[in-house]
């Protein structure tokens, strides 16, 4: 009784009289018959793929490290590598020789991948990405074993990492129950943060709390401390490779004992040296992950640096009239993919790549062209320089620590008044204050003198205002703190 | 101008008309289908065949089926294997002769007409037991007996409700057929019109084995049926030709009984301006499009349930439809 009406709507349901399904299912054929056709016609028509599309696997050689975990964890057994090891010569008198890991050969056979990504994701120095090329057919199948170098240029067809989600947990976010210190934040980071390299980290930050792992913590410290003081200090490229690669290994033994310790005390970590000198390395290492375009955490980590870059000659800032076009520059490189025998695919994506380039510098050209007379400090410069440059960040409370020479060759701002600014070297940078405005602000306040939560929230507003992501905005904000609080002066420190 | 021609010539052009309209009309129709198909099943269908929307995919079909090997079984009865297709394909052809495109346009305007169409169309399934048993292959043989069954099983609706249309209009001539008729066409006699057309039209698609009777032919039941050993040219006007021109045909023949054939849809005056060969051009490729409509909507029936339904369902319809209509023309107003 209760259920009739429900019995009642069944049986209508079922029966709808004699052919009208029939009917019905006709009908649906009809309106099919006038609706508009969506069929893509590949191959004059391409599909406009989702930037997750897997296509093919390319890899980004100067991040592998060769621990071999793709060709293990490959559920085909497609991934070949071969390497060996190197001995180098000590870096420091009296130290030890060191041994450095060589790729010799690094091949994926396609013939056998499934494309299943277990590569991609358990890479943990992010040295495989998806591409979203697919066309590369072959009428051998021998051909579809692709080498080292033939991975390498599919990395000019990799996209941009995408951006986060709305609702996803950003890195400087703090969790609930763990803020309350202002390096607070720092270790939980580490833990949202997707990579492994940030939770790594995150474990890297756990390890100096648990006081008792002293013999980790005065090895990590020297390592880490190495990066702190390369963040603001003047060295040539080579070295700042050796504290990213000293953090990794740091963070990759402490990662292996890490599963069974709990979330750090964000109080604890605040140790005179070894906190700060995480605190450096996990900025290095935030910036280094949320910063991670296809160059990679080792490439940004150098471009971090505003030392990174060898002592490069002042180039005069280009003239708009002088930069090549954007499009000339897309010819050019095309033609020249073309020559050297690269697949089309590459061709088209080196080019496009090129064609942004000439873009930018044409904007940057222009922006600065009304600055070349002014000598005053420009928030404008700033921005325009800001852009190519992630490496600008460490915002230094004036000082000599300078972020000029992070900005390299291209930024235009100011270059011609400030000539003997535009040295990439920090030891220079005590001539600094004029030429300061780039991507400093324009007040050279003195660093100690400023409390250092108001350099946080200057640098964030800054970064902020530049267009930098969050992580990378926090990040840097938190690195000048540090220094506000450490007094460290400028790069022409360590 | 008045031509004056013999009779061997008139003749000849009335053989030349057929025999170049059909093929025309089978490319075409071919054509029709594909793409109908295929926008049916939102999708796009032939579009590279000849450029513009693959219009001359059926053409590209033909030409490389004509350079096909032509193979005949060792132990296959070589005489009658190769008759058959043309056992199968003329009758078609010769359909159209007694099709009327317009009040003085037919090939041949037979006084009984109607017969000489049910007839002729009956032949076709000599022709394919003929080919099913030459091939010397049992489930070509198979395919042919289930075939012959259906064709069977499927002319007595046909010819049944063929015969309730001549006795409601007098007369076994097309031509008297379609100007007995009148607008409403088939709605009229009430009922009953309606349902000789669903006769009708189920039992031509199970004549020209079109599914959901298309058992005999079924791919992945037996290949082909009865034309499973045929290939190239054969296959083609055995198989393909005989049904699409089968199908053409079949439009004209329903718009013939049941549409009114060449007369305008609506007897309103602006309408009757139109030639009767537009009007019948237009009810036939309606024809068609319904043929082929219910061809794409539905799965196949199995064979018994081919048989079941024609022999328990649909010929005792149509004789009491034939009842129905003897009572109609007798006792209803008019007729």
Not at chain 1, 154 to 165: C, D, N, Q, S
Request: hydrophobic fraction near 45%.
């Amino acid at each position: 009784m209760a259920l009739d009406h429900v019995d009642e709507r069944l049986e209508r349901a079922r029966k709808p009289g004699f052919g009208i399904g029939l009917l019905k299912g006709m009908l649906v054929l009809l309106k099919h018959l006038f609706k508009r056709n969506t069929v893509i016609q590949y191959p004059e028509v391409k599909q406009d793929l989702s930037p997750r599309t897997r296509g093919v696997i390319a890899l980004k050689e100067e991040n592998c490290t060769v621990c071999m975990l793709c060709a293990r964890e490959c559920p085909d057994w497609c991934i070949y590598i071969d390497s060996h090891k190197e001995t180098l010569p000590p870096k420091r008198k009296g130290g030890r020789p060191r041994k450095r890991n060589v790729l010799d050969r690094f091949a994926i056979d396609y013939a056998l991948c499934m494309y299943c990504g277990i590569c991609v994701e358990v890479c943990p120095y992010d040295a495989l990405f998806w591409s979203r090329e697919f066309e590369y057919a072959e009428y051998d199948i021998r051909q579809l074993t692709h080498e080292k170098e033939r991975l390498s240029d599919w990395m000019a067809t990799v996209l941009p990492p995408l951006e986060l989600e709305e609702g996803a947990e950003l890195p400087g976010q703090a969790k609930p129950a763990t803020a309350t210190t202002p390096a607070a934040p720092a270790p939980t980071q580490g833990a949202t943060a997707g990579t492994p390299a940030s939770t790594s980290s995150s474990a890297a930050e756990a390890r100096p709390e648990q006081v008792t792992e002293a013999p980790k913590t005065p090895t990590a410290v020297p390592e880490a401390s190495k990066p702190a003081t390369a963040e603001t200090a003047a060295e040539p490229a080579p070295e700042t490779a050796k504290p990213t690669e000293g953090l990794k290994e740091a963070t990759e033994e402490q990662q292996m004992d890490a599963s069974a310790t709990t979330t750090p005390e964000p109080a604890a970590k605040i140790d005179a040296g070894g906190g700060v000198a995480q605190e450096g390395t996990q900025a290095e290492v935030e910036e280094a992950t949320a910063a991670e375009t296809p160059a990679g955490p080792t490439s940004s980590a150098v471009t971090e640096t505003p030392v990174a870059q060898p002592p490069a000659p002042v180039k005069p800032t280009p003239r708009p009239e002088d930069l090549e076009a954007p499009e000339a520059a897309y010819t050019r490189v095309v033609e020249a993919q073309k020559e050297a025998g690269s697949s089309p695919q590459v061709a088209e994506a080196r080019a496009k790549v090129a064609r942004v380039k000439a873009e930018r510098a044409l904007t940057q050209a222009r922006a600065a062209t009304p600055q070349q007379a002014a000598a005053d400090p420009e928030p404008s410069g700033a921005a325009a320089a800001g852009e190519p440059e992630p490496a600008q960040g460490p915002v230094a409370p004036a000082e000599q620590d300078d972020p000029v020479p992070a900005q390299g060759p291209v930024a235009p701002t100011e270059q011609d008044d400030s000539v003997p600014a535009e040295t990439g070297d920090e030891p220079q940078g005590a001539a600094e204050p004029a030429a300061e405005p780039q991507s400093a602000e324009g007040e050279q306040p003195e660093a100690a003198a400023e409390d250092p939560e108001a350099v946080y929230e200057r640098v964030l507003a800054e970064e902020r205002s530049k267009g930098s992501s969050d992580p990378v905005a926090t990040a840097r904000a938190k690195a000048a703190r540090m220094r506000a609080i450490k007094g460290t002066l400028g790069p022409a420190d360590g | 101008m008045d031509i004056d021609l013999t009779a061997w010539q008139i003749l000849i052009v009335k053989l030349l008309i057929i025999l170049t309209v059909v093929p025309v009309g089978a490319l075409i129709g071919g054509y029709v289908l594909h793409k109908e198909m295929a926008h049916m099943q939102h999708r796009l269908g032939p579009m590279y065949a000849g450029g513009w929307h693959g219009w001359a995919q059926t053409l590209a079909d033909g030409i490389k089926f004509a350079y096909k090997e032509d193979i005949i079984p060792a132990s296959a009865d070589r005489r009658v294997f190769s008759m058959a297709p043309a056992v199968i394909f003329v009758p078609v052809l010769l359909l159209f002769l007694v099709i009327p495109i317009d009040r003085t346009l037919i090939i041949e305007d037979l006084d009984v007409g109607l017969f000489y169409l049910l007839a002729i169309g009956s032949v076709g399934a000599i022709g394919v037991l003929m080919a099913g048993w030459s091939s010397a292959n049992k489930y070509a043989l198979i395919g042919a007996l289930r075939s012959a069954g259906q064709l069977i099983a499927y002319e007595l609706p046909i010819v049944l409700s063929a015969a309730a249309v001549a006795m409601l209009a007098g007369s076994l001539s097309l031509v008297t057929i379609v100007e007995a008729q009148d607008w409403p066409f088939i709605l009229w006699p009430p009922g009953i019109g309606l349902a000789l057309f669903m006769l009708f039209i189920l039992g031509a698609m199970a004549e020209m084995s079109l599914p959901p009777f298309d058992m005999p032919v079924a791919e992945s039941e037996l290949i082909t049926g009865p034309f499973t050993e045929y290939t190239g040219m054969r296959f083609i006007f055995g198989f393909f030709f005989a049904e699409t021109a089968h199908m053409i045909a079949f439009a004209g023949i329903g718009t013939t009984l049941f549409l009114g054939g060449y007369k305008p849809i609506v007897p309103w005056g602006p309408l009757e301006v139109i030639p009767g060969i537009i009007w019948f051009f237009v009810k036939t490729a309606f024809m068609i499009f319904l043929l082929l409509w219910i061809r794409f909507s539905f799965p196949r029936l199995r064979e018994d349930q081919l048989q079941k339904f024609a022999w328990k369902f649909l010929i005792p319809l149509s004789l009491a439809l034939i009842l129905a209509t003897g009572a109609w023309i007798l006792y209803g107003p008019g007729g």
